[in-house]
């Protein structure tokens, strides 16, 4: 495992933010994404170390940094040849931490993607309209709204052709459950608007589509669609041009970032597995900064405590190579974007392998077919990140656990954070559909799930 990272270097974009070059509007950073080739997979960490904001995309050996136009002088020195491949001007978060976006009209934003309190009235609605299909559940709130300055509460919602003792917080389910959880990266939007799709796709179609019906009569469909709130909030502040903010709100460890760096934690490094490895940082304002403490946020907490209440502990040891039982029953599928990959445990370190290694190569490789994106282990085709969340919930739980980063496979002028609003119903929803389906069906017994077929 790599050692945690120390303080940034002199080359850091970081260690010189007051140098930020600005334009445009008051308020708005020039933002520039660069391809930089590599020659060898330490370069991935050598660039995290240098706080540059690697961003979740890789074509060959070629990484992707976001910054600004200084951040290319940044990556000469380092030994780098970048090139720019993207400008764009994006506006800086509200440093006040308080704002709460309501959107436009239906509490959209850039051209229709939801707010929180968009999602949270659409779990509401669905709830109310298909009773006997839904039921919404409070896990906990977010870190601004324990600090008593706005925020939100963490919601989840179940959804299966109810019977009794359906949708309880009870490991001891009578059903499989399958787990789907989006934005805890608030930037990468595509990942709530599949939510929102899958929801609506599971009561709309229950007794229309056979395998739909089928699905919901045996099956426990968990989704939490966002679960970074008050880190989306701040990307919908900018409107019809998101903020490009990926980590939650808080900003006890450093509240003065300027435009080359974010406050927050990276909530998807800050999970209590392998903590503070590959992928981190311990410079507050860095993109991947793993924040004070293994789960140290309540975003976390609250969801690790979810996952406790509706997953049995099955995987008994500690050791990374300790299986869990092929009996296991469960799914869960952690969505980012853009990289077009699906990746499996262990993220935090590609040297070492579970237990599990075969099925959920097997299971993600399945996923790959279907999506045409790329499957293995992160470090192994993008680079390795610890503390995540699939991490966590495989090494606890014994949960079979995934990660699936939608992205633009197909050059469908769909790639990016924040692609245009048109590509969910037209490019993402209809890729993600048919593997979601498949997904769920394997949370009865997905560790005999095989490439091809059960």
Not at 42 to 62: T, Y
């Amino acid at each position: 495992m790599v050692a945690a990272l120390t303080a940034l270097s002199p080359l850091s974009p970081l260690a010189h933010a007051g140098a930020a070059q600005r334009s445009g509007a008051s308020g708005e950073r020039t933002v520039v994404v660069y391809r930089v080739p590599t020659h060898d997979r330490g370069d991935a960490q050598k660039l995290i170390s240098a706080g540059f904001d690697l961003i979740e995309r890789r074509q060959g050996n070629d990484l992707f940094v976001m910054g600004d136009p200084s951040t290319a002088a940044g990556l000469r020195r380092l030994g780098f040849a970048p090139t720019a491949v993207e400008t764009m001007n994006k506006p800086l978060p509200d440093q006040s931490r308080t704002a709460r976006a309501t959107g436009g009209a239906g509490g959209t934003y850039d051209g229709g993607y939801h707010t929180v309190d968009a999602h949270y009235a659409h779990l509401d609605q669905v709830a109310s309209q298909h009773p006997d299909m839904a039921k919404v559940v409070t896990y906990g709130q977010s870190w601004l709204k324990q600090k008593g300055r706005g925020g939100h509460d963490l919601k989840a919602v179940c959804i299966t052709k109810m019977k009794q003792g359906d949708c309880q917080l009870d490991p001891k389910s009578t059903k499989p459950r399958f787990f789907l959880m989006s934005q805890i990266h608030a930037r990468e939007l595509t990942t709530g608007e599949v939510s929102w799709r899958w929801i609506d796709t599971l009561t709309n179609d229950y007794g229309k589509d056979p395998d739909i019906t089928k699905l919901m009569d045996s099956t426990e469909m968990w989704v939490v669609p966002i679960a970074n709130p008050d880190g989306v909030d701040i990307v919908a502040q900018g409107g019809d041009n998101p903020i490009l903010q990926r980590k939650n709100a808080d900003d006890a460890q450093g509240s003065s970032c300027d435009a080359n760096g974010q406050s927050g934690v990276d909530l998807n490094r800050n999970a209590g597995t392998h903590w503070g490895g590959a992928g981190t940082s311990t410079e507050p304002c860095s993109e991947v900064y793993r924040g004070p403490a293994a789960d140290s946020e309540p975003e976390n907490t609250a969801l690790e405590g979810l996952f406790r209440k509706l997953y049995p502990a099955v995987r008994t040891g500690t050791g990374d190579s300790d299986p869990a039982p092929a009996t296991a029953k469960g799914l869960m599928i952690s969505l980012h974007s853009d990289a077009s990959m699906v990746l499996l445990p262990w993220e935090a370190d590609h040297t070492i392998h579970t237990g599990n290694d075969a099925a959920l190569r097997a299971l993600a490789g399945r996923l790959g077919k279907l999506t045409g994106y790329q499957s293995g282990q992160a470090g192994e085709i993008l680079y390795d990140a610890s503390g995540g969340t699939d991490d966590w919930t495989y090494d606890k739980l014994g949960l079979a656990s995934l990660t699936i980063e939608i992205g633009d496979s197909d050059g469908r002028n769909c790639s990016g954070f924040t692609p245009a609003f048109s590509c969910q119903d037209s490019y993402f929803w209809p890729k993600m559909k048919p593997a979601l389906i498949d997904a769920a069906k394997q949370a009865a017994a997905p560790y005999k799930t095989t490439a091809r077929g059960r």
